[in-house]
């Protein structure tokens, strides 16, 4: 029985119990929840269903509670059902009822932990978006990381998801690394404000390989050239960096399109309309301090040029003419300046900012060597890269890495650690525990164990204290995805997997042999622990897909 089945039996017999009573069943929920009590001593499940009606129909939560647990008891799958503190329902299932969900994972597959629990929402979700002036660093790796989890996380629990990465190919930064570019290929040091490292002249080496006349020309028309090739080469070095690492995303948004649409001016029009922009100084402005910004700001420069500010205004607006209800971006550590504007900024729109607009702010990442920082990258100069990491770790152990902490918690990333073959290594861990259910399964098949035909299962028969240990883990899967999702919080699904999935089944597997040993005959027993095993290696499996992590076979 799995928790979703078991709320529904509980609403059954909240709906007899009304019935027995004169009571108004109209009051029930749609639906209730059940979930596992801290204290594993006070049973399988708890509900607080008792205690959600008592005030609404009159009715003290203790004698409620009492009615609850006696019909409850009756229940089919339901071993006992005892009240505790004020009104709560402490569950305890049969065997039987327990071991089903082994057979149900099982044949579930991929699909087991998906749900419907956020359908409706239509989100565009934004992550890395990182300027074109050179590698992705170790910040935004962390946001591809925990946002491409997200987006799985999302769309497994029933979201229409768009992942968007704004690629900033005008401003002045892009001035900059074109001239730096230049710079590279005369062989000249890097301008004052430019940008440096050995990427640098890798890339003005490929664009003068493509354009052998861009040195004959003159320095504004060489710029030019450098800016167009110099950045479509960046750019796809980006794409091809974040594939390699897994992460693909559904729109590639170039911020010069918006200005070559108008788009500026239209979301200025559509701003005035709703009468927040003044001018004042020659330039235009946004009043959103009228939305509890500190400052107001410049959406026009009095020279006729745009803010950046400018065409975040005409980005949100795209997205949200796009249909997205719900626009969500991830930021780093140094754009805590931009909620209070961004969140005026939606107002100004007429958006609602709570409903309409999220930001997440994720922390800084440092890569440690020896207890000391990594500082710099040999290819970019200054900063650790996407290629840094993953060359030090590996691809599954960075991503689960950046996943398994909260994004709002500065992290350190210690090499010695990430890829040790240990259990101290949290993604090591992990997937161990899923090699070694497939090494259970193809020693079952070498000594002729199968799980047998569905029907002929035997539920009952899991009935060790550490069968049903586990069996509780795994119920806890669908509700933990859930949950991530919905708080944006994909290091949940790691906790899970570390603390409850993993550490369940080294218990049962010390405890109860799968497979016969010698001569023993093969047992409904072991075809039901089987079923158990498979089950626990489709969880792990599942879990570290949404993470993006791989699930070895063997290890």
């Known amino acids: 029985m799995t928790p979703a089945e078991l709320a529904e039996v509980v609403l059954s017999a909240a709906h007899a119990v009304f019935v027995d009573r004169g009571l108004d069943p109209s009051a029930l929920p749609a639906q209730t929840v059940v979930e596992r009590p801290r204290n594993p001593e006070h049973g399988d499940y708890a509900s607080t269903l008792a205690l959600q009606l008592s005030k609404k129909v009159g009715v003290p939560p203790r004698e409620l509670a009492a009615a609850l647990a006696e019909r409850l008891g009756r229940a089919p799958g339901i071993k006992s059902v005892e009240i505790a503190g004020p009104g709560f329902l402490n569950i305890r299932l049969d065997a039987a009822a327990a071991g089903q969900l082994a057979k149900m994972i099982v044949e579930s597959g991929p699909e087991y932990g998906r749900s419907d629990t956020l359908a409706g929402q239509k989100i565009n979700l934004e992550f890395v978006s990182a300027n074109p002036t050179g590698p992705v660093h170790i910040g935004g790796v962390r946001w591809a990381a925990v946002g491409d989890a997200l987006s799985r996380l999302l769309r497994a629990t029933g979201t229409d998801v768009g992942t968007e990465y704004y690629f900033n190919d005008a401003g002045s930064q892009i001035d900059r690394f074109a001239r730096s570019l230049l710079a590279a290929a005369k062989g000249e040091p890097a301008p004052e404000d430019g940008y440096g490292g050995a990427y640098l002249a890798e890339i003005a080496a490929e664009v003068v390989k493509r354009r052998p006349d861009v040195l004959e020309l003159d320095d504004a028309a060489a710029q030019e050239v450098f800016r167009a090739e110099g950045v479509a ?323």
């Not at 240990?422 to 164990?449: C, F, H, I, M, S």
């Open 233 to 555: 080469l960046m750019f796809e070095e980006i794409k091809s960096s974040l594939r390699d690492f897994g992460v693909e995303f559904d729109t590639y948004f170039n911020e010069k399109d918006l200005h070559d649409r108008g788009e500026l001016d239209q979301a200025l029009a559509r701003l005035r309309e709703q009468g927040h922009v003044f001018e004042a100084e020659g330039a235009t402005w946004l009043r959103t301090t009228d939305f509890g910004d500190d400052k107001d700001r410049v959406l026009r420069k009095s020279n006729g040029e745009w803010t950046y500010f400018a065409a975040d205004c005409a980005y949100y607006l795209d997205k949200r003419e796009r249909g997205f209800e719900r626009v969500v971006i991830m930021l780093g550590a140094d754009h805590h300046g931009y909620l209070g504007r961004m969140k005026a900024m939606a107002a100004c729109f007429g958006d609602d900012p709570e409903r309409n607009l999220e930001i997440l702010i994720g922390q800084l990442v440092n890569l440690v060597r020896d207890g000391a920082p990594v500082r710099m990258s040999k290819r970019a100069g200054t900063v650790v890269t996407l290629e840094d990491l993953v060359d030090a770790i590996g691809v599954d152990a960075a991503r689960y890495a950046l996943a398994r902490y909260s994004a709002d918690s500065p992290i350190d990333i210690d090499v010695e650690l990430w890829t040790r073959a240990k259990n101290d290594n949290p993604v090591y861990y992990v997937q161990y525990v899923g090699a070694r259910t497939a090494g259970v399964a193809r020693q079952a098949a070498e000594v002729g164990l199968t799980r047998g035909a569905p029907e002929d299962f035997r539920p009952e028969l899991l009935a060790h204290e550490k069968e049903h240990e586990l069996l509780k883990a795994l119920a806890g899967f669908p509700a933990v995805v859930a949950t991530a999702a919905e708080l944006r919080q994909p290091h949940r699904l790691a906790h899970y997997l570390e603390r409850d999935v993993a550490p369940a089944f080294h218990r049962f597997y010390d405890q109860c042999r799968v497979t016969p040993q010698g001569d023993e005959e093969i047992t409904d027993t072991h075809r039901a622990r089987l079923w158990l095993n498979d089950a626990t290696r489709m969880v792990i499996a599942n879990g570290l897909r949404l993470l993006g992590v791989s699930a070895p076979e063997r290890m």
